[in-house]
């Protein structure tokens, strides 16, 4: 494979607008660029946890099993993002989809189920984990905005929500492996009558 990127800046953007893959140039606010903005952030945040994954696997030894499922999520990410840079490219599919309901089902028997709200709290690990569902769902809102002026494809929009649904038990599995109680929400008291 040769050189994809020879030069590193071009000043072609420094007017506001940038290249889409098919040869037009949009602003850098157009919705395309917004979703694919989205979806950077959220592969380098997951580049992110994935690195503090690794650094905590010798410590708890079943971090190991989240690192695998976890790491196609960066390439399949940046299929994504190639899809939105090349509206006529198509490269993510319902296997990918599986996969993360797959990975979602059997952390969920481990886990057990939901009985309160929980806090993006416990661990920097756990932290992570949130902000990578946070981002997901940004990067989800993003391509809705995209997908009401330009149609994408439905498995787009798909992969991001499934992937928040994979973050969200990630961090409570994240938690379970280093032994921490989750983090319960705790409602705020009922205020006081002030009335007569």
Same mark, same amino acid.
């Given at each position: 494979?040769?050189?994809?990127?020879?030069?590193?800046?071009?000043? +072609? @953007?420094?007017?506001?607008? +940038?290249?889409?893959?098919?040869?037009?140039? /949009?602003?850098? $606010?157009?919705?395309?660029?917004?979703?694919?903005?989205?979806?950077? +952030?959220?592969?380098?945040?997951?580049?992110?946890?994935?690195?503090?994954?690794?650094?905590?696997?010798?410590?708890?030894?079943?971090? @190991?099993?989240?690192?695998?499922?976890?790491?196609?999520?960066?390439?399949?990410?940046? $299929?994504?993002?190639?899809?939105?840079?090349?509206?006529?490219?198509?490269?993510?599919?319902?296997?990918?989809?599986?996969?993360?309901?797959?990975? /979602? $089902?059997?952390?969920?028997?481990?886990?057990?189920?939901?009985?309160?709200?929980?806090?993006?709290?416990?661990?920097? =690990?756990?932290?992570?984990?949130?902000?990578? #569902?946070?981002?997901?769902?940004?990067?989800?809102?993003?391509?809705?905005?995209?997908?009401? #002026?330009?149609?994408?494809?439905? /498995?787009?929009?798909?992969?991001?929500?499934?992937?928040?649904?994979?973050?969200?038990?990630?961090?409570?599995?994240?938690?379970?492996?280093?032994?921490?109680?989750? /983090? =319960?929400?705790?409602?705020?008291?009922?205020?006081?009558? +002030?009335?007569?």
């Amino acid at each position: 494979m040769g050189n994809r990127l020879s030069k590193i800046y071009t000043r +072609t @953007g420094d007017g506001g607008e +940038t290249g889409l893959a098919d040869g037009r140039r /949009v602003g850098k $606010d157009h919705p395309r660029i917004e979703a694919i903005g989205e979806v950077d +952030t959220l592969n380098s945040q997951l580049g992110l946890l994935l690195a503090e994954l690794a650094d905590g696997r010798d410590r708890w030894p079943g971090l @190991g099993e989240l690192i695998e499922a976890l790491e196609p999520c960066q390439h399949r990410l940046f $299929d994504l993002g190639g899809e939105l840079a090349m509206p006529e490219y198509q490269a993510l599919g319902e296997p990918e989809i599986a996969r993360l309901e797959a990975a /979602v $089902d059997r952390w969920n028997r481990e886990l057990g189920p939901l009985e309160n709200f929980i806090l993006p709290a416990g661990s920097r =690990l756990v932290a992570l984990a949130h902000v990578c #569902r946070c981002q997901a769902r940004t990067a989800e809102r993003r391509c809705q905005l995209l997908n009401a #002026r330009e149609p994408l494809r439905p /498995v787009l929009s798909a992969y991001l929500n499934r992937l928040s649904d994979l973050f969200f038990v990630a961090a409570r599995l994240i938690g379970r492996r280093q032994n921490l109680a989750e /983090v =319960l929400w705790q409602a705020a008291p009922a205020p006081e009558r +002030t009335d007569g």
